[in-house]
Every structure is written in structure tokens, then in C-alpha cells.
């Protein structure tokens, strides 16, 4: 990822949540009350706006035949991204 910024090459990220595992780190946990300044309102918006705010991160293809997902999965990247600060809070939170 850092020869990519550093290059301007476009990286497009595919199956960003991990074939489900990033949704089986969190089963049962809620999502943080601070989510809503990274502009998430679900684990999928969380996930996908971590991604998004990478400054390589051209492009990401969320893959999902779940019409509910989708329609999640639009609602992220919106007018709101995670700096470089919210985002190493976000990558702390799913160590936890």
C-alpha cells in the first residue's frame, strides 16, 4: 500500500470483508457508540469506510447477493471518512 500512494497506482480492493471473517470478529459485540464520526451506522459501513479512507484505496467491490447488504454497503463512504487518527482507533477496536 505505500508504494502505491507513493506511485499514484490505483489499488482496487476485492472482498473487503474478508469472506465474512471481519462480521465473525465483532458477532455479538455492538458497534461503538463513536462509530458515527467514522459516518457508520452498522459493522459493514464501519468496515467499508475504514477501507474507503486509505489513502491508496482507489476502488472497493463489496460482493453480496443479500439486498439488504447492499443497500448497507451504500450507505458507506458518504460525506463522512476517517482521518488517519479515527482510523487507528477503528483498527484498535476490532483488536479488542
Known sequence: MPVATETGTAVLVM????EGALFEAVR???????AAEA????WG???LNFILSHPA???????SSNPS??????CAG???????KLRKRMADELRR
Request: charged letters at 15%; glycine letters at 8%; hydrophobic letters at 45%.
Open 15 to 18: 472482498r473487503p470483508f474478508e
Open 28 to 34: 455479538g459485540r455492538a458497534l461503538p457508540p463513536w
Open 39 to 42: 459516518g457508520a451506522s452498522s
Open 45 to 47: 459501513q464501519f468496515f
Open 57 to 63: 484505496v482507489t476502488c472497493v467491490l463489496p460482493a
Open 69 to 74: 447488504h447492499v443497500a448497507d454497503n451504500l
Open 78 to 84: 458518504g460525506e463522512v471518512l476517517p482521518a488517519e
